[in-house]
């Protein structure tokens, strides 16, 4: 039992606060109308919020509209219906978007060049960093000569380096192995303590959720609602193997698993083919 960990937590009030760089959606839906007719409603009626320094976790199914949420957020599109309030927040995609004709050094000091750094002092406070990511020695690569892992942290390192203070990641470890994506999430929660910001991080990872979070907000199949959120009171570093842990993570997959039991495999497939920029429909 994980009954002091595990709280599940009531939707926020629109006149809930908002503290500081935090984050507040309220009854926010997303349509998308279809060139040929007809809608997908991609979300609908979610309201989360994060107070200043907090990682919000969200998980969910295939095509539940996460990425959607985290581009609401960002502002690259904006709601049908619901607000959202919140700091500008830098988003790290869910495919990485480097720019081919800059090497990895230049696309991780994108947002530091074009704040005005100068490109020498960019590169090298960019640079700085490549070793803690595994990256030393790539600095001058371009993306074509990277490996998919390696250009999803030089992304991730782009997305730190907004100096933004709140982040939203689309599963920022998805494309990396079992190690590395351990590793990075150790880095990810050290440079948090070092430098809070407010974190939205959609993952497919429930287990990565209940390392990370302060807070998981489980949405269903779509159009994605929040089902439950579980506050994740475990004290810091967490230890995957902790029983308290494995015990939020099944609890988490439960929840997860009940969410989606009506979801058929074209609802999937739609949401993955979306995710890499195909026809959804198709
Ligand atoms: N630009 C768009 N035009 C039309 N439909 C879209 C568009 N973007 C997303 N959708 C649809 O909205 C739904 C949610 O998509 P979204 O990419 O937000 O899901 P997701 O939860 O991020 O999926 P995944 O886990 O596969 O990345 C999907 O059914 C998708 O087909
Ligand atoms: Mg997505």
Known sequence: MVATEVKARPQPSGAERLDGDGLMLSGVSRTYSMREGGAVRA????????????????????????????????????????????????????????????????????????????????????????????????????PAQLSGGMRQRVAFLRTLLSGKTLLCLDEPFGALDAITRAEMQGWLADALRREPRT???????????VMLADRIAVLSTRPGRVIEQLEVSLARPRVRTDGAVVALREHALGILSLGTAATGDVERAGGERAARGEDPRA
């Open 43 to 142: 979300l609908a009626g979610v309201s989360l919020d994060a107070a200043h320094g907090e990682l919000l976790a969200v998980v969910g199914p295939s095509g539940c509209g996460k990425t959607t949420l985290l581009e609401l957020i960002c502002g690259l599109q904006a709601p049908d219906g619901g607000e959202i309030s919140c700091a500008p927040a830098a988003l790290m995609p869910q495919r990485d978007l480097l720019l081919p004709w800059l090497d990895a050094a230049d696309n991780a000091a994108l947002a530091l060049r074009i704040a005005g750094l100068s490109r020498v002092r960019a590169r090298s406070r960019a640079s700085s960093l490549f070793a803690e990511l595994g990256l030393e020695g790539f600095q001058n690569a371009r």
């Open 199 to 209: 974190v939205v991080l959609v993952t497919h990872d429930v287990e990565e959720a």
